[in-house]
């Protein structure tokens, strides 16, 4: 079936699976992705089991995700370091992933994967252009798969879960190694009656209820005929169906949607001496049914291409210089059906782009200072030539005191949809362009880490809807100033204790939202409130039990209002206790 080719992968590999291998080529690539990492642990993971994906991110410092506390199965969208939806790169294994049908070609739906099939979570910060190319103006998110390295030639986990609401979540898992081959499949289920997304302020509406459903089969094969090669793939599957109303006050009986994902890929890694050569290649496909009513169905598809052939060589014991190409297309289909008109299919042009990248990783000998300068140029079938590139510092003051900062440009190329659906496209769109800067300091020990990081990031050309020529044009631009704060301390060997504070503040230019004529600019962020500060108790055993209570603090926030001027809408305090 074409849902489940078997498939081998991926790699701007993330340590953590190379971590699981010894005296190999696995241990000598270490790509750094940015001075500024934050880890989603599996032990996090598994102590926040019955929460979504999207509420762990949403406590996590510089992130707003948008959708976090709907119901299952909503519109999920992650606002990061003071920039709107979808300029933040979600990585699947290291790999890209993006839907080409999408208001983004850095946008990926998260309700395509849960918590039972991620074994870790890796924000990177701050832009990452120079080193994954399009769309990761803001850093990326690299979600980790579970791989279940095991001597064992057979191993077996079952999980299962119930709640209020008729909710249900299994998972089964299997994996193991045989000769040179380690296997690893799993298939996890949720579902929930849920709740009405419109709300009913009268009480009389009889509002049904919107349901969700879903099911994930994740797989993995890789083969090691020896310590210098590395052949491996993989296939995740994922399918939900999520029932909606028409609008926040307004009830809908026949409104649902499925969505349909198919991530497969094949790969590789050969070792000779000091050089490391990696192989990637990923197809994807993404599947958005919307049914309406009977007399009204919205179809559309997207699929994707990633090719990527990079080079790794250590010049000397302190540096290590890295090369690379990738090619990346998008093609997108359209369908849909209504009484009034039939059958509708719109066509569009398969847009692709190529990057050639190159750096230069170098540390002094007692690992006391650190720095990389990586390069991209990037050539679009549309919108022609782009570049970027970063330039990031560690300075290690003693075992304790770490000193950091960068300087980085990325770049977001136009979706197929803003440049030619019907009148509204433009053809002529250039890239969305962003510029981070960041300074900060850690402070670590044994039982406690601290880390202050200050930024300034600047965005340009963002694409928006210009009322006054009627099609997309590059009109939009952010300014955001912020400080965030996280620390993490163990005060015994079952307590901690792990917060966040997030402070942002900027301006932005775009069309006027009470006359959609002008080109106006607002001193204030939408939906991005100044004063976010998220806190963690957790007290476990490590084996058996976990108890943690999470409190969550969000101060007011401007949103758009309806025909009129922006409201303000009002802070709150969320309290949540996860006992397993």
Known sequence: MEKLFVCL??????????SQQSDSIYHLRRIDLGNIKTTISHEEIERNYAKSLSQLLNEQAGFVVNGAYQPLGSFINIYSEGALGAKILILIDGQPVWDPSSISNAYFDLNFISLDEIEEINLYKPGQGANLGDGAMMGSIDIITRKGYSSKSINLKVRKGIG??????????????????????SFSTASTDGFSIAQDTTGTGGFDIDGFRNSVFNSRIE?????????????????????????GFVDAKDYFYTNKLVNTGIGGAYALNKTQIFFDYKLSNTIRDYHYASYDQQHWGGLAN???IETSTALSKQCRFSAGIDYRDNQMKYFTYDTLNG???????TFYQYGIFTGIDYQT?????????????????????????????????NKHFNLFSSF?????TPTIFELSYTDIGN???????SSTFDFGIEYNTDNIQNRLHLLHNNLSSMVNFDFQSGTFDNCDKLNVTGVEYEFNTNLSKHLQIKGNYTYMSGNEQSPSRQNTWDIVTYDYLVRRPKNIVNLNITYHDNKQYSITINGKYVSTAYDVGAASDDIIMKEYFLLNLNAS
């Not at 209020?164 to 296997?183: D, I, P, V």
């Not at 006391?368 to 560690?394: E, Q, T």
């Open 9 to 18: 992968v991926s790699i701007l590999i993330s340590s953590a699976l190379f």
């Open 164 to 185: 209020n609401l008729n909710t249900s979540n299994s998972a089964l898992q299997f994996w193991g190694t045989k000769n040179k081959f380690n296997y690893q499949a």
């Open 223 to 247: 083969y090691t005929p020896n310590h210098n090669l590395l052949l491996y793939g993989y296939c995740l599957y994922s399918k939900y169906k999520a029932s909606t109303d028409i609008e």
């Open 306 to 308: 990633f090719v990527k």
């Open 343 to 349: 059958d509708t299919y719109k066509h569009f042009p």
């Open 365 to 397: 000998k007692d690992n006391s200072l650190s720095f990389h300068i990586k390069g991209r140029l990037n050539n679009h079938s549309s919108g022609g030539m782009d570049n970027a590139y970063s330039i990031y510092g560690n300075y290690r003051l």
């Open 408 to 412: 980085a440009t990325g770049f977001l």
């Open 427 to 433: 053809n002529q769109l250039a890239a969305e362009r």
